[in-house]
């Protein structure tokens, strides 16, 4: 092997040393910008739920059986 292609391939190295290692950047970047997504995910479902049980709880409320009222007949129409 001579000097010349010895050389090449110490570049050839270097570029492929070079292009892995901007990869694995490219890799960890993605897995943080992934996990800041779940993390809104997650955040966005608690407050769906918080929200969801709220108006649940209106809703069942408003959906009780109120006591029934007496209304007082009309003296006129009673016979």
Same mark, same amino acid.
């Given at each position: 092997?001579?000097? *010349?292609? %010895?050389? +090449?391939?110490?570049?050839? #190295?270097?570029?492929l040393r070079a292009?892995? *290692?901007?990869?694995?950047?490219? #890799? &960890? ?5 992934? @996990?800041?997504? +779940?993390?809104?995910? *997650? &955040? $966005?479902?608690?407050?769906y739920n918080n929200? +969801?049980?709220? #108006? @649940?709880?209106?809703? @069942?409320? &408003?959906? *009780?059986?109120?006591? %029934?009222?007496? $209304?007082? %007949? @009309?003296?006129?129409?009673v016979k």
């Open positions: 092997m001579t000097d *010349q292609e %010895a050389m +090449k391939l110490h570049e050839l #190295i270097d570029e292009k892995l *290692q901007k990869s694995l950047k490219d #890799i &960890l970047q993605l897995r943080k910008d992934l @996990d800041l997504e +779940k993390e809104e995910h *997650q &955040l $966005i479902e608690l407050r929200l +969801k049980k709220v #108006i @649940d709880e209106k809703v @069942d409320r &408003l959906n *009780q059986r109120r006591p %029934a009222v007496e $209304i007082p %007949a @009309d003296e006129k129409g």
